[in-house]
């Protein structure tokens, strides 16, 4: 473990949570940010600036990390899967943080009990 | 022909990436288990229609999207019902419910079809994505491969989770057991009613984002340029803009 201090709220677009702890935190949650809400000329700026204060090889992994979850979510939602473990604390508390449960997939698991 | 060179690339791509991208392809253009190659790259094919459909665009602003009018734009090689179903997955997948599903198969899409109709246009949307993301043009779709489908179903695929057959979670055994180890998160399960579609998202996974034992790295996986806070942090902030609760 790292023991490096994070804000999750940088998963919900605060730019400044996003750098706590993380390096190129605000630049990396900028970049997966405009390229999920597919605005591709706030995303062309997003990529020269990671490429900028990172390097190409940061921006082609973080490239196939956002593209990637651009599957996961379409996986859970067209097949209703619920999440696996509902009970777990560390879940809850992360859900709750972060209010999950506003999403519309929530109710694939909040009906699997 | 070869795939996923990456010649006009402005940035070195790394070659595990090229790699799952160009084997996918291949897999992509063969008769599966429900789709014959032409139907499997024709549902490519949707998937990056539906990306430029007007219809999807209006009826994902809906209050609804049943009992909206209107035709998708698309191409050719499937049935209207397939059609819909990829653009759904691929530009409303929130809201797909159980009953949209099941009105499917009375129309004809059975349930093993869909799965394998999904698994395709999600890989092919992460294909498609990677290339947007570093801007570069989307890769030309493979020639499809001459053979039928097989019709291939676990044995031990049954309903009970979601809203399709999926094998249970210590069902990864016999010509399934490559797909797991002794426990299967839903969301390996989900598509193992097409134990394929399992094996492509596996596949482009461990390239696009972590091996499954890459997953238990919290610190800095091998082969990447980034640490594992800065992967969930994109990971984490994709998701929260597409509204997965998962």
């Given at each position: 473990?790292?023991?490096t201090?994070?804000?999750?709220?940088?998963?919900?677009?605060?730019a400044k949570?996003?750098?706590t702890g993380v390096?190129?935190?605000?630049?990396?949650?900028q970049?997966?940010?405009?390229?999920?809400?597919?605005?591709d000329?706030a995303?062309?700026?997003?990529?020269?600036s990671?490429l900028?204060?990172?390097?190409?090889?940061v921006l082609?992994d973080?490239?196939g990390v956002?593209a990637n979850?651009?599957?996961?979510?379409?996986i859970?939602?067209?097949?209703?899967?619920?999440v696996?473990?509902?009970?777990?604390e560390?879940?809850?508390?992360?859900r709750?943080e972060?209010e999950?449960t506003?999403?519309?997939?929530?109710?694939n698991?909040?009906s699997a009990? | 022909?070869?795939?996923?060179?990456y010649e006009?690339?402005?940035y070195?791509?790394?070659?595990?990436?090229?790699?799952a991208?160009?084997s996918f392809?291949?897999?992509?253009?063969?008769?599966?288990?429900?789709?014959?190659?032409a139907?499997?790259?024709?549902i490519?094919?949707?998937?990056?229609n539906?990306?430029?459909?007007?219809?999807?665009?209006?009826?994902?602003?809906a209050l609804?999207?049943?009992n909206?009018?209107?035709?998708?734009?698309?191409?050719?090689g499937?049935d209207e019902?397939?059609?819909?179903?990829?653009?759904?997955v691929?530009?409303?997948?929130t809201?797909?419910t159980k009953?949209w599903?099941?009105d499917n198969?009375?129309k004809?899409l059975?349930?093993?079809?869909y799965?394998?109709?999904a698994g395709?246009?999600v890989?092919v949307?992460?294909v498609?994505?990677?290339h947007r993301a570093?801007g570069v043009?989307?890769?030309v779709?493979?020639?499809?491969?001459p053979?039928a489908?097989?019709?291939y179903?676990p044995a031990l695929a049954?309903?009970?989770t979601?809203?399709?057959?999926?094998?249970?979670?210590d069902?990864?055994i016999?010509k399934e057991?490559?797909?797991?180890?002794?426990r299967?998160a839903?969301?390996l399960?989900?598509?193992s009613a097409?134990?394929?579609?399992?094996?492509?998202?596996?596949?482009?996974?461990?390239a696009?984002?972590?091996?499954?034992?890459?997953?238990?790295?919290?610190?800095?996986?091998?082969?990447?340029?980034i640490?594992?806070?800065q992967?969930?942090?994109v990971a984490?902030r994709?998701s929260?803009?597409n509204e997965?609760?998962?």
């Open positions: 473990m790292t023991e201090e994070i804000d999750l709220q940088g998963v919900n677009g605060d949570a996003a750098d390096q190129y935190g605000a630049e990396l949650m970049f997966a940010e405009t390229f999920a809400r597919r605005d000329e995303l062309t700026t997003a990529r020269n990671l900028s204060v990172a390097g190409e090889a082609v973080a490239a956002a979850f651009q599957r996961m979510v379409r859970a939602d067209s097949m209703g899967i619920p696996d473990d509902m009970a777990s560390l879940s809850q508390s992360i709750t972060l999950l506003r999403f519309e997939g929530a109710r698991s909040l009990g | 022909m070869s795939y996923f060179k006009n690339s402005p070195v791509i790394r070659s595990d990436i090229a790699e991208h160009a392809w291949e897999n992509l253009a063969s008769p599966g288990n429900w789709w014959t190659g139907e499997r790259v024709a490519a094919q949707e998937v990056r539906a990306l430029s459909c007007e219809f999807c665009a209006s009826r994902k602003q609804s999207p049943y909206f009018a209107g035709e998708h734009q698309h191409g050719e499937l019902v397939a059609i819909d179903a990829v653009h759904r691929i530009t409303d997948q809201r797909i009953t599903v099941e198969v009375v004809g059975s349930k093993g079809a799965v394998e109709l395709l246009a890989a949307l992460s498609d994505e990677f570093i043009a989307l890769e779709l493979p020639d499809a491969l053979g489908p097989d019709g179903m049954s309903e009970g979601g809203y399709v057959p999926m094998l249970p979670n069902g990864a016999g057991a490559d797909l797991w180890g002794d299967g839903n969301v399960r989900a598509f097409v134990p394929n579609a399992v094996r492509d998202w596996m596949m482009i996974s461990s696009q984002y972590l091996s499954f034992e890459g997953m238990a790295n919290f610190d800095s996986p091998e082969n990447r340029s640490n594992r806070m992967i969930e942090l984490g994709v929260a803009v997965c609760f998962y």
